[in-house]
Structures are given as structure tokens and as C-alpha cells.
């Protein structure tokens, strides 16, 4: 069955240092990318997404590319803020579009 | 917009019991998601509703857990007979018909003694 695998954290940075979450899927057909954020003590919400093959989404400086041929949606941010700190969460949406399937998470902390 | 709202926010049960949580949509929004997650993992898809219609069931969804969305609005998801293995924090998100794009609440979270 479809499915996503995130590397796994915690991962621990300075700020301004570079960010790199690494995800790839497994799925039949043409999914859907998505970068879900938790903030601590918040819901779940969308950071960016991408629809088709190559496709970027970017959302508050970071950024991740839909490599159809590496099966993979690796988030990216040049430059982490201690406000980044969150959980972040892969996802894919296969093509019939309904519930959306999670990767584990991946803890995200920036210090000052 | 309010946002979608979970009630309550935690429950503590006696194992045997049944609870109920409630999930308040976005008011436009027609589709309704509810997900379960535990420690150190990502949430797991249980159940779907477009409007009344529940379209979509998980197998992780077994015959002690009921969701409801009577008229298309708010959404009941009931846990009868409460084990320890429920104990999880269950997420209610909704959405338009755009893909993927899910507005999640903050949880209901679940302790079974």
C-alpha cells in the first residue's frame, strides 16, 4: 500500500543553519506531496504541497521539490529560526484524493 | 472562521467505558476527516465524511468505533467499550475540495486507565 517514510529526528540545529528533512513515498499512480507543521500546543497545519511531478512548493522560506523519479519530497530552509521548532510531517494523497497518509514525523529544534 | 474545535480536549476513562468526542468543522468546509495518532508517530487515517456521507473507513477503525455526521455538520466519533490500546490524542480535520489541504483541530486526547 501507499506509504511515507521521514527521516527520523530529532534534529537538532543552530539558527541559521541549513535544513534538510529527508522524505519518500511509495505509491501506484500519481500522489499528491504535502509538508504538514505541528508549532508546540498547536494543531496540525499545511506548510506547502505539491501537485505533479517537479513541482516546488515553498511556504515561509522553505521549500521542496516532487522528484517523480527518486520518489522523494525533501524539505528544505536555507536559514532555520529558533521559531521553526515544531514537528514536521510528510504526506502524500494518492490520485482517488481522499484521506491523506502520514509519515512519522520528524522533531525539528533551533537554538539561539 | 473559527477554526475546527475538538470537545474535549482530554479524557481520562476507566477501561470498559464508552466516550465520545466531538468535532466542529469549518462551516463551509464539506468533507470531515477523523485520525487517530499516538506517541511518536504520525496520525492514522480512521474515517471520511463528504457531507453526511461516511465514504471512507480504515480497518484500524474496528466495530467498537462509530462516527457520525448527522446533516453534514459536526461529527460525533464514539469509542465503546474503551481499552488500554485506545489511548491516543484523535484529530478531526476538514476541508473543501481542494487536495490535501486539511485544516486540523488540536486533538481530543484520550487516556484509557
Known amino acids: 500500500g501507499d506509504s511515507v517514510t521521514q527521516m527520523e529526528g530529532p534534529v537538532t540545529l543552530s539558527e541559521e543553519a541549513f535544513l534538510t528533512i529527508n522524505c519518500t513515498y511509495t505509491a501506484t499512480g500519481y500522489p499528491s506531496l504535502f509538508w504538514y507543521v505541528q508549532y508546540p500546543g498547536e494543531g496540525l497545519q499545511l506548510l506547502l504541497k505539491a501537485t505533479k511531478a517537479d513541482d516546488k512548493g515553498s511556504n515561509k522560506g522553505f521549500e521542496a521539490t516532487y522528484r517523480k523519479e527518486t520518489t522523494s519530497f525533501h524539505l528544505e530552509k536555507g536559514s532555520v529560526q529558533v521559531s521553526d521548532s515544531a514537528v514536521y510531517f510528510c504526506?502524500?494523497?494518492?490520485?482517488?484524493?481522499?484521506?491523506?497518509?502520514f509519515g512519522k514525523g520528524t522533531t525539528l529544534s533551533v537554538s539561539s | 472562521d473559527t477554526g475546527v474545535s475538538q470537545d474535549p480536549r482530554h479524557k481520562i476513562t476507566k477501561r470498559g467505558q464508552n466516550v465520545t468526542f466531538r468535532c466542529d468543522p469549518i462551516s463551509e468546509h464539506n468533507r470531515l476527516y477523523w485520525y487517530r495518532q499516538t506517541l511518536g508517530q504520525g496520525p492514522e487515517f480512521l474515517t471520511y465524511?463528504?457531507?453526511?456521507?461516511?465514504?471512507?473507513k480504515s480497518r484500524l477503525l474496528s466495530d467498537r468505533f462509530s462516527a457520525e455526521r448527522p446533516k453534514g455538520s459536526f461529527s460525533t466519533l464514539e469509542i465503546q467499550r474503551t481499552e488500554q490500546g485506545d489511548s491516543a490524542m484523535y484529530l478531526c480535520a476538514s476541508s473543501q475540495a481542494r487536495p490535501g489541504e486539511l485544516f486540523f483541530g488540536e486533538g481530543s486526547r484520550l487516556t484509557v486507565l
Open positions: 504526506a502524500l494523497q494518492n490520485q482517488a484524493g481522499t484521506a491523506l497518509i
Open positions: 465524511f463528504q457531507n453526511e456521507a461516511q465514504l471512507e
